[in-house]
């Protein structure tokens, strides 16, 4: 079964510090796909990033960051110069093709405090 | 514009009672989910749906029930057999292909009184 392992579940950080979360998975997969995504206040799921199995590059938008190990099954999400719109929760899922369907197993997130 | 759109926001349920949380989308995707959320649990999964009148049972299913009668619906109900029912409902929505991440509604968050 797909598993998805977020260790710190909640992290306070003074504004302008850089934070990083973690995310390890597994999967017997050979193709699959990782998604993190923000939940603000409102509860709405907002999608940051999606990366295939075949990629590793890591990617750069504005001021996220993320950090694809596949030797170490890791997911890692990072957020520089923090800001208070960074305050949420924020999530890492992996897709799961298994027996045809098309399902994401989620970790437990991460709640980022940014602190002014 | 396109999306989804959960209705209502806010859900107020005596116990012994069922209720059924709406889903709607204009997206045109095959697949459809309901998850539930709680604190420190992360999103779990209840129910899917990846073509119209067929829909498996996901991680936590017990005591929820739904249908898949129209390609843009997924309503859940949740059943009075569910004992904690407490909590936010997540509905999303994604294209059969898969990989292509999924789109989600703005939740409903139910409260037994």
């Known amino acids: 079964a797909q598993k998805v392992t977020q260790a710190q579940t909640e992290i306070s950080v003074v504004e302008k510090e850089d934070v990083t979360l973690d995310c390890v998975y597994e999967t017997r997969d050979t193709t699959y796909y990782l998604f993190w995504y923000k939940q603000p206040p409102s509860g709405e799921l907002v999608f940051l990033i999606r990366r295939n199995s075949f990629d590793e590059q890591n990617e750069i938008s504005g001021r996220y960051s993320w950090n694809f190990q596949k030797s170490t099954s890791s997911f890692n999400f990072t957020i520089t110069a923090s800001q208070v719109v960074d305050s949420a929760v924020y999530f890492c899922a992996l897709s799961d093709f298994s027996e045809g369907n098309n399902r994401l197993a989620f970790g437990k997130g991460n709640q980022v405090v940014v602190i002014p | 514009d396109g999306g989804i759109t959960q209705s209502p926001k806010y859900l107020f349920r005596k116990e012994g009672q069922n209720v059924t949380l709406s889903c709607e989308q204009n997206l045109n995707h095959d697949a459809m989910y309901w998850y539930r959320q709680d604190p420190g649990q992360g999103l779990r999964l209840i129910y899917y749906?990846?073509?119209?009148?067929?829909?498996q049972k996901g991680d936590i299913a017990e005591g929820y029930s739904v249908s898949r009668e129209k390609k843009e619906s997924f309503p859940l109900t949740v059943t009075s057999a569910q004992k904690n029912p407490t909590a936010f409902y997540l509905c999303a929505s994604a294209s059969r292909q898969g990989g292509y991440g999924y789109t989600f509604g703005s939740g409903t968050r139910l409260t037994v009184v």
């Open positions: 749906s990846q073509i119209v009148n067929d829909f």
